[in-house]
């Protein structure tokens, strides 16, 4: 059983183009992450839920939104795809915010 | 607000010898402290932690570290490296008073036969 789920694992597309990463966990956990890891491995928080509440909305463009339908699900969509949106985004969780997070395989966002 | 330093993007080892992979942090008090391992094409798994307590923390996979408030060090270490062991290896803080988790941007290990 995968216990933090991305879906889809490699995304190419076009500038302009609207896209969705899904992302799920099966651990129960409250809190969930968005990640964007780029070229030089350089990890760094877009957003965090918690219970379903937004807690973190780092400096990341408007193009970018959240959802949390339920706990168990953050969505990330993203508008207007941009040439530097190219990069590995991570969903994570964990059972509240100060404890360690559970990371998905990622999904490797190709901008044309 | 927090920081942490990992000064060495690079490291390259021999198979069987020891490692010791550097991290520095930046936060006012006792900060929650995680070593996290990379893979190829995978995401970030936790190898330890450090809340409180015994500065001397094992972890997984023969890994340990060492907190030490005096240098605001939280150093990874392991006697004896092995080839499955390279990787991306991240040493992060964990969300204090900003709720804000911080990464450090991560060292390779590179391990010779």
């Known amino acids: 059983d995968t216990a933090v789920s991305q879906t889809p694992k490699y995304l190419v597309t076009q500038m302009g183009n609207d896209k969705s990463i899904k992302c799920e966990q099966n651990?129960?956990?409250?809190?969930m992450y968005w990640y964007k890891q780029d070229s030089k491995k350089f990890l760094k928080i877009m957003f965090s839920y918690n219970n379903k509440e937004l807690i973190i909305n780092e400096t990341v463009p408007n193009r970018f939104s959240p959802k949390s339908p339920d706990k168990a699900h953050l969505n990330l969509h993203i508008n207007s795809l941009e040439l530097g949106d190219s990069a590995v985004y991570f969903c994570a969780s964990s059972q509240d915010l100060f404890q360690p997070q559970h990371f998905g395989d990622g999904t490797r966002l190709s901008i044309l | 607000a927090q920081s942490v330093t990992q000064p060495d993007i690079h490291i390259t080892v021999s198979e069987g010898a020891s490692l010791e992979l550097r991290c520095n942090y930046s936060y006012g008090a006792t900060p929650y402290l995680f070593w996290y391992v990379q893979s190829p094409g995978q995401g970030l798994q936790l190898l330890l932690k450090y809340f409180s307590g015994d500065t001397l923390v094992q972890g997984i996979k023969g890994f340990e570290a060492e907190f030490k408030r005096s240098q605001s060090s939280f150093n990874l270490r392991k006697p004896s490296v092995h080839w499955s062991d390279a990787a991306e290896y991240f040493c992060?803080?964990?969300?204090?008073?900003?709720?804000?988790?911080?990464f450090g941007r991560g060292t390779s290990l590179i391990v010779h036969p």
């Open positions: 651990l129960g956990h409250d809190t």
């Open positions: 992060a803080v964990g969300a204090g008073g900003s709720y804000i988790p911080t």
